[in-house]
């Protein structure tokens, strides 16, 4: 896939670092970049939610590859993520209520002993920027 990268530059107080957002529907896996996505959902009302309502969302979830090496480096990076994660910036959630982006924020709010974030939902998700078919 070579969606183009975003760095910390396009959206200052977000490490994007090429970041995508990927959901699952049937046989396809959907991707989105990030940078699209926030751009998105600009005009989107925000509202709060709670965190404990949005842990079981990312829960069974991972940062990292089925085939990817899970190593302390690798751990170590999103921890400094998890320490530096503005939560300024809302939880963006699909049209069904999945996380499309903003995992780090809810486990460091979590972490932190945050009640409540922001967050965002579409009401109709915006067109991928690539699908995969899985079968």
């Known amino acids: 896939?070579?969606?183009?990268?975003?760095?910390?530059n396009t959206f200052p107080g977000i490490p994007?670092?090429?970041?995508l957002c990927s959901l699952r529907r049937g046989n396809q896996k959907l991707y989105?970049?990030?940078?699209?996505?926030?751009?998105?959902c600009r005009d989107l009302p925000v509202r709060e939610m709670l965190v404990s309502d949005l842990l079981?969302?990312?829960?069974?979830?991972?940062?990292?590859?089925?085939?990817?090496?899970?190593?302390?480096?690798?751990?170590?990076?999103?921890?400094?993520?998890?320490?530096?994660?503005?939560?300024r910036f809302p939880v963006i959630l699909s049209a069904d209520g999945r996380v499309m982006d903003g995992?780090?924020?809810i486990v460091a709010a979590s972490v932190k002993g945050i009640e409540t974030v922001d967050v965002v939902q579409f009401n109709q998700?915006?067109?991928?920027?690539?699908?995969?078919?899985?079968e």
């Open 103 to 105: 995992s780090h924020r």
């Open 56 to 87: 079981p969302l990312i829960i069974n979830g991972s940062w990292f590859g089925p085939d990817e090496k899970v190593t302390i480096g690798k751990v170590l990076s999103h921890v400094r993520r998890l320490l530096s994660v503005d939560l």
């Open 32 to 40: 989105w970049r990030v940078e699209e996505l926030i751009e998105a």
């Open 125 to 134: 998700d915006p067109m991928p920027g690539y699908t995969e078919n899985l």
């Open 16 to 19: 994007l670092d090429g970041h």
């Open 1 to 8: 896939m070579n969606l183009p990268r975003e760095d910390e």
